[in-house]
């Protein structure tokens, strides 16, 4: 199984400040017949269904403000939100589709400093 | 709109079986890959697994925690996405979500809550 580990385990960070979360995967998630990588990011609130942000490492879901970023290739991913709000405050996880079983990240908690 | 709608959960005793249903409106269900995706209490996303759609194979893949106890299944022709879990166990307990596949369009159901208590 692909084993996924996500850095820091959680971050504060200052109304309009960025914030950067890391995803290691234990093999890569590049895809070579498409050249596309197998890795999204979701965003979950408590009470919530999970928001899928970010497919493909960086292309941006329908709707998803475009202070959310992703990048990276192979076994290293960022996501980036680039002027945090308020509302972004929840718990980020990236997940491989690489293979099955796919598999997540363990989360990162997002706060306010 | 789209729509995808869980129902089933609820209080089941260690060993009981339960069925969740997903139904979905707003989008052609026999075009997608779906997947169940649960979070037990204070932890993190867990992938439950995968049906392909028909015109792709179907195939079903499951996480090895739930391989031989949990069942995916679909029926097109309603629009409903199913789930039965047999044996269930303490370590169960969790909301349930079903949602496409990642990499397609993302849509996800609001959850139902299993729980697993004798």
């Known amino acids: 199984d692909i084993v996924m580990t996500q850095s820091p385990d959680s971050l504060a960070v200052s109304l309009g400040e960025r914030a950067t979360i890391n995803c290691k995967s234990s093999?890569?998630?590049?895809?070579?017949?498409?050249?596309?990588?197998?890795l999204a990011w979701y965003q979950k609130k408590p009470g919530q269904p999970p928001r899928t942000l970010i497919y493909?490492?960086?292309t941006r879901e329908s709707g998803v403000p475009d202070r959310f970023s992703g990048s990276g290739s192979g076994t290293d991913f960022t996501l980036t939100i680039r002027s945090l709000q308020a509302e972004d405050v929840a718990v980020y996880y990236c997940?491989?589709?690489?293979?099955?079983?796919?598999?997540f990240g363990q989360g990162t908690k997002v706060e306010i400093k | 709109e789209v729509q995808l709608v869980e129902s089933g959960g609820g209080l089941v005793k260690p060993g009981e079986s339960r069925r969740l249903s997903c139904v979905v409106s707003?989008?052609?269900?026999?075009?997608?890959?779906m997947t169940w995706v649960r979070q037990a209490p204070g932890k993190g996303l867990e992938w439950v697994g995968r049906?392909?759609?028909?015109?792709?194979?179907?195939?079903?893949t499951y996480a090895a925690p739930v391989k031989g106890r949990f069942t995916i299944s679909r029926d097109d022709s309603t629009n409903t996405l199913y789930l039965q879990m047999n044996s269930l166990k303490a370590e169960d307990t969790a909301v349930y979500y079903c949602?496409?596949?990642?990499?397609?369009?993302?849509?996800w159901g609001q959850g139902t809550q299993v729980t697993v208590s004798a």
């Open positions: 493909g490492a960086s």
């Open positions: 049906i392909k759609s028909k015109s792709d194979g179907g195939a079903i």
């Open positions: 997940q491989q589709y690489y293979s099955t079983p796919q598999t």
């Open positions: 093999q890569s998630l590049l895809y070579i017949s498409n050249n596309r990588n197998y």
């Open positions: 707003g989008f052609i269900l026999s075009n997608a890959w």
């Open positions: 949602a496409t596949d990642p990499g397609q369009s993302a849509y």
